[in-house]
């Protein structure tokens, strides 16, 4: 039945930056009903919180109901429905279940979905949600051949856990994993992707995600799922129909230019001896003029900001990448709105050592710093920029090797203007600072180097290290005595 509601606050999305957002905001202010509106059926918590240093953080990520937000706030009311449609205007907001909400202050975290690369093709797959990677679980079992199309996050970690089924990876860098790495790194990497998988499998730390009977599906719109994260392969087997791991084939320096269907391809004009290219379900084209038959291609190719309920009739400023545009505050260009994590896009200047990436970290600490914008504007209090937006940094795992990831770890923006220090201990550890002007300003740590606070330490006094040259990753030097 339809209902209006007045609340103080209203925040959309179950993902990591609308609960973090959410409980922030029903802790600070518990005499104000706090609604949580969300798409999905279970919502994410953040547990285990630990920060490693001044910036590094890491957490595991329970898939929870909403009861147990709900019990713990007993301001906070979760609904489970999806936003429709948003007059920022009125500071009205409506749900898929016929609730409307009269808000004070809003914050989007509607979070993001996969940049498809051909939308509405059976043989095309997006991982995204716990349902999107049930499907390609399903489908994985049934395959002999996949084709993996981008060079992220996503695409690193999958073509590393596939198993017993061929894949082929076209990139369209020189290297792999060029969102994260140079090709340096890459080249460290490379011997992991043909090491068989026995000596692969370490214990994994992280909680795992789990899906209970109350949940497991998307939105009524079945495409709104909470992104996963960390360790979002582990409980469910990637395992393809082949008995032994049938390996990674590397396709640099290409894109997909077709995707043809079994019915497609065999009628086709295409100059190539069909008949070797066996019958397969799909047929994918690379720009490079290779063939590959398939059975199906998974587009892991970036993803873009869940915006489109929120559009219609309003003004919101949109950044080249299509997130809401916010400012230092988290606040949209419509009044009262703020939005966090993956549906918006930073537009204040940034710090010289940091960038937005589309990661969990930056969901939790922008939804967190949200909360606190929100609650300091209704307070009329002042707030500044979180430390947390000084200095980029991120912990995560691939390959199975630890990675820690400061600053320009990629020399990101910096053109000419750099040198490159690199230590590197096969199969064991690759550490590479950013210098500019004979500081610190990047570095990529590959394994246990044990070297991370020291480092964003360098990074964030900015001191000369020129004197030191290359002696700063001698690794007979005990780099901490070095600078205490
Ligand atoms: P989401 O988690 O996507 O949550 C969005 C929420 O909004 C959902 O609850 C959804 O149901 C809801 N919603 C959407 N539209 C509406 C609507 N109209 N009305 C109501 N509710 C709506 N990051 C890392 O840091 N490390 C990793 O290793 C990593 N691996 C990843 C692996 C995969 C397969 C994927 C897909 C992402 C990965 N990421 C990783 C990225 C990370 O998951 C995201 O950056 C993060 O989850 C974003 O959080 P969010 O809260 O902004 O959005």
């Known amino acids: 039945m339809a209902s209006d509601k007045q609340v103080t606050f209203v925040i959309v999305g179950g993902g990591i930056a609308g609960v973090t957002c959410a409980e922030q905001i ?27 240093s001044k910036t590094l953080e890491e957490f595991d990520i329970e898939e929870q109901p909403s009861s147990v937000l709900e019990e713990k706030y007993p301001n906070l009311k979760v609904i489970q429905s999806a936003v429709n449609l948003l007059r920022a205007e009125e500071h009205l907001l409506q749900a898929e279940n016929g609730q409307t909400f009269h808000y004070k202050k809003l914050c989007i975290c509607s979070g993001a979905r996969p940049k498809l690369l051909y939308q509405d093709n059976p043989h095309v797959l997006g991982i995204r949600d716990t349902d999107s990677a049930q499907e390609f679980q399903k489908r994985l079992s049934k395959a002999k051949r996949i084709v993996v199309i981008g060079n992220g996050g996503i695409a690193l970690e999958l073509v590393y856990e596939v198993e017993g089924c061929e894949v082929i990876w076209a990139i369209k ?32 730390k992280r909680a795992r995600y789990t899906t209970d009977k109350t949940g497991g599906q ?7 799922g909470s992104a996963l994260g960390p360790d ?20 640099y320096e290409c894109e ?23 019958l397969w379900p799909a047929y994918v084209q690379l720009t490079n003029g290779t063939i590959y038959g398939c059975d199906f291609v998974v587009s892991a190719t970036g993803v873009v900001p869940n915006t489109d309920p929120f559009l219609s009739g309003n003004h919101f400023e949109l950044a080249g ?16 709105v703020y939005a966090a994590g993956d549906v918006c896009t930073a537009g204040w200047e940034p710090s010289a050592l940091w960038q ?38 991120h912990i995560t795992k691939f390959f199975n090797y630890k990675v820690v990831l400061l ?19 096969k199969g064991q550890e690759y550490v590479k600072v950013v210098l500019t002007g004979g500081r610190m300003v990047g570095a990529v740590l590959i394994g246990e180097t044990d070297l991370e606070e020291t480092f964003e330490n360098l990074i964030l006094n900015q001191m000369d290290l020129s004197r030191y040259g290359e002696e700063l990753l001698n690794p007979n030097i005990d780099i901490e005595d070095y600078f205490d």
């Not at 469910?236 to 990674?248: D, M």
């Open 321 to 336: 990448d299509h997130g809401l545009r916010v400012d230092d505050h988290m606040r949209t260009s419509e009044q009262d």
């Open 407 to 425: 600053g320009k770890f990629n020399a990101q923006g910096l053109g000419q203007d750099h040198e490159l220090l690199v230590r590197c201990t």
């Open 26 to 52: 029903a802790s600070q202010f518990a005499s104000d009903e706090v609604c949580l509106l969300t798409a999905s059926p279970l919502v994410k918590t953040v547990t285990n919180f630990k920060q490693v």
């Open 232 to 251: 979002w392969h582990q409980g469910i087997e990637l395992k393809g129909t082949e008995q032994n791991s049938s390996g990674v084939h590397i396709e």
């Open 256 to 278: 997909v230019s077709q995707i043809y269907t079994q019915q497609e391809f065999l009628r086709s004009q295409l100059d190539t001896e069909k008949s070797e290219l066996g």
């Open 356 to 393: 937005q990436m589309r990661l969990w970290t930056q969901a939790r600490q922008m939804g967190w710093y949200a909360a606190r914008c929100m609650a300091a504007d209704v307070l009329e209090e002042p707030i500044e920029l979180d430390f947390c937006f000084e200095l980029f940094s």
């Open 173 to 204: 860098d020189k290297a792999i994993g060029n969102t994260f790495f140079d090709a340096g790194a890459a080249q460290f990497l490379i011997p992991s992707l043909e090491a068989e998988k026995k000596e692969r499998s370490l214990p994994c």
């Open 218 to 224: 998307s939105g009524a719109t079945g495409e709104l």
